[in-house]
């Protein structure tokens, strides 16, 4: 694999041989106005969020930027000059530091707009406080899926690279175009190393690798991962295998003591060169950093950059003779939208208090009332029907004189074409990423870019979302029916593990699969409902007493009562008052003397439906509690219990549906038993999504996988149970719905989930 990256070298020489200097003052224009004597200039307050090291590594580009805009204002009568003020991002008092900037002191100078954070697990306290006043948030480089994912409706938060499913995909595609077909994970367990772990194991599948579920490792700071780097490499030896380890961790130091360690890893197995081993090793973007150079080990890594025909990196190099830093092209598309944005807002004909935009007048309930800075550049960037121009001064130039004539430039930035989302326009749609290696003594070398899209000769990463057309199992008619007694009950047992308001969603599933069971003629005493049922009543509801799980469809966006889940619910157990060995007792039938009173009562002649909703463990199973996997309900539990249940006779048919991540542990489980079916969620080395977000009660209100579980089956009792998984697998986004055991259950064309939810 090495020798086949290192040969992609000769391209990137090809690549900048092609990229004329002259690009940069592409868009000149005779048309230039004579200077003048007086302009009149808006200031912006621009507030830089970063830690000190990062804006060291950042100043060139925003010096560029700032540079660029004032010279291609030169010669206009009305200016926009950014003013910029630093803040230590890793400072103690930074929230203090933001909420002062959101919320000014009389006689203190306004923020107008916020470059940063640089860390994820930054970006939610940040928006948090610039929500209110809707000071607009331009972050060149936080990729948490989760918190893109949550802040994709608010106008005032701009993510200027794509989430890390992308880098994620990148990195799959990678190993699958050099033959890897095995992948180790290290992350750190925070919202940016918790964005690898949502989506490695998923994009592996897509591209045919295999992850051991051992090996996707969560690190904390100063842990010792020696004997997992040595597993790794015994493992790839022993196989005879390449395997590829992307380390995912949040901070300069976490890579270099994890690379000390895999280090230390090869000279136990006696590797004394680094090239014949079977292991390469990958770092994520934040490990793109001299001190992660010089660390000692061979390492790739990919990080944002601009695209290759913007002419961006080549010209940086001819002023700073390096290479431009990771980022460093978003950070100049962020402050060149802003001050562009401001222009368009200053040269409105209707006023800067009137904007359309996608067809209506922007207004909001609350002060401030009218279109603020963030809504002038949103509307920036959506319009592309005129004419283009660039990130160059010239370029720059064009764009500021179409805004003062009232109409608007297609803007093409450092990084390439910028194609935000078609609902906010303030989440780019499209990245360029170098792929690069070290060398020497502390050297990094590009290597050739990816994007999204391929544009532009650049090498295309698989659409993230074509997985629907990959990776389905499919069922030949092959599968016999078995010859069982005529179903006399139904029975049902329901779990949600899960206690917190952060979790809402655990509780809110549960809670509705009961109703759906009730809606199909169970009655209670055959439904067993353990929830901790403490969401109604929670300080943190502004609807007492009711429990949501979609968001509203009536008019106006109220709740109704109907949509209540927690209505009329009985909730036989809360969670809290069990121990784990108890589900053993209520499957099985053991009401341990009186103290659990409602239990299932399943004979040969029950058809038996067990839903699950929670958190899961890494490698090991189902979490018995909010997610810190100190008890797991594994699959070989489950297993057992279902057994010893076949070995009473009491079932005839039993379904599991599992709604955790990493739940195809249980699924593989319980392979072999009789008449016993599971469809999960996620496969063994991925975790399920979360879904439907409500920004009022700030939680998510469902997952993916049940919500689309109830729909199929409220829609169609009688699907059958071959449609029902595909209709879970097309419509179940970010993890692979899989099912299991099917071989032993019988035919999937035929059989439907009626056996489960009667007429």
């Not at 808006?42 to 507030?47: I, R």
């Not at 203190?108 to 928006?127: N, Q, W």
């Not at 975790?687 to 009660?697: F, G, I, Q």
């Not at 595909?726 to 719905?737: C, E, P, W």
Request: glycine share 6%.
């Amino acid at each position: 694999m090495t020798r086949q990256l290192i040969s992609l070298s000769f391209i990137v020489c090809q690549l900048l041989l092609s990229v004329v200097l002259t690009a940069c003052s592409s868009d000149n224009d005779s048309s230039t106005p004579a200077p003048v004597e007086t302009a009149i200039v808006e200031t912006l307050n621009v507030d830089v969020i970063m830690p000190v090291e990062v804006r060291s590594m950042w100043q060139s580009a925003i010096d560029l930027a700032i540079a660029n805009i004032e010279a291609a204002q030169k010669n206009l009568p009305r200016q926009v000059k950014l003013n910029l003020r630093y803040h230590d991002e890793s400072a103690s008092d930074l929230e203090q530091t933001v909420y002062s900037l959101c919320y000014p002191k009389e006689g203190d100078d306004t923020c107008h707009l916020i470059l940063g954070p640089y860390r994820s697990s930054m970006a939610e306290m940040v928006l948090a406080n610039a929500a209110q006043r809707r000071v607009p948030v331009m972050m060149p480089d936080v990729t948490s899926d989760e918190v893109q994912r949550i802040m994709d409706n608010k106008p005032y938060a701009w993510f200027m690279t794509e989430s890390d499913v992308t880098a994620c995909e990148a990195f799959m595609n990678l190993g699958s175009s050099n033959s890897i077909r095995n992948a180790a994970l290290i992350y750190s367990n925070d919202r940016y190393g918790n964005s690898f772990r949502n989506w490695f194991g998923y994009m592996a599948t897509e591209f045919g690798i295999t992850v051991s579920p051992n090996f996707l490792r969560s690190y904390i700071s100063g842990q010792d991962m020696t004997d997992i780097f040595e597993q790794i490499e015994k493992a790839a030896a022993d196989k005879g295998e390449s395997c590829m380890v992307l380390i995912a961790v949040s901070s300069d130091n976490d890579y270099k003591q994890l690379i000390k360690q895999a280090i230390a890893a090869r000279d136990r197995m006696g590797i004394l060169d680094s090239w014949s081993s079977l292991v390469t090793y990958f770092v994520s973007d934040v490990g793109d950093s001299p001190a992660v150079y010089s660390a000692g080990l061979p390492l790739y890594g990919l990080s944002p950059a601009a695209a290759t025909m913007s002419g961006f990196d080549t010209y940086y190099y001819s002023l700073y003779k390096e290479n431009a830093p990771n980022g460093a092209a978003q950070v100049y598309d962020a402050l060149m939208i802003a001050a562009l944005g401001a222009a368009k807002r200053a040269g409105n004909p209707s006023g800067p208090d009137q904007l359309i935009l996608d067809g209506e007048k922007v207004e909001y309930r609350d002060e401030p009332y009218g279109p603020n800075l963030s809504d002038w550049m949103r509307a920036l960037v959506a319009d592309k029907s005129g004419t283009v121009t660039t990130w160059t001064v010239d370029g720059l130039n064009k764009a500021f004189r179409l805004l003062s004539q009232g109409q608007n430039p297609n803007l093409t930035g450092a990084t390439g074409k910028l194609l935000f989302d078609s609902k906010m326009h303030n989440t780019i749609l499209q990245t360029t990423y170098w792929l690069w290696m070290t060398y020497g003594k502390g050297e990094r070398l590009p290597l050739i870019t990816f994007s999204t899209h391929g544009d532009d000769g650049q090498v295309a990463t698989l659409p993230t979302w074509e997985w629907q057309k990959l990776n389905r199992q499919d069922f030949e008619d092959v599968h016999v029916d078995h010859d069982l007694p005529y179903v006399k009950d139904h029975w049902a047992l329901v779990v949600s593990p899960s206690t917190t308001w952060a979790n809402y969603r655990h509780q809110a599933d549960v809670l509705a699969v009961y109703q759906t069971l009730r809606q199909h003629g169970y009655d209670d005493d055959h439904i067993v409902l353990i929830c901790e049922d403490n969401l109604a009543n929670a300080p943190e509801n502004k609807y007492p007493g009711k429990v949501y799980v979609d968001n509203p469809t009536t008019s106006g966006g109220s709740f109704s009562d109907d949509d209540n889940v927690r209505k009329n619910a009985v909730v036989d157990y809360h969670f809290t008052d069990l121990q784990m060995d108890d589900i053993r007792k209520i499957i099985l039938g053991d009401t341990d003397g009186g103290r659990l009173p409602q239990v299932l009562h399943t004979t040969a002649e029950s058809n038996l439906f067990i839903f699950w909703s929670g958190h899961g463990a890494d490698g090991r199973g189902m979490c018995w509690s909010d997610g810190s996997g100190s008890q797991v309900f594994t699959g070989e539990r489950m297993r057992d219990i279902l057994k010893e249940l076949n070995d009473r006779d009491g079932y005839r048919r039993c379904m599991l549906a599992i709604e955790t991540c990493f739940s195809g542990l249980i699924g593989e489980a319980i392979v072999g038993l009789p008449d016993v079916v599971a469809i999960t969620a996620a496969n063994t080395v991925e975790p399920s999504k979360a879904d439907v977000h409500n920004r009022e009660l700030g939680v998510f209100l469902s997952n993916a996988f049940s919500r689309t579980f109830r729909i199929s089956i409220n829609n169609n009792p009688d699907v059958t149970l071959r449609d029902l998984f595909y209709n879970l697998a097309r419509t179940t986004t970010g993890s692979h719905v899989t099912l299991y055991n099917d071989i032993n259950y019988g035919s999937f064309y035929s059989l439907n989930a009626s056996d489960y939810f009667p007429e």
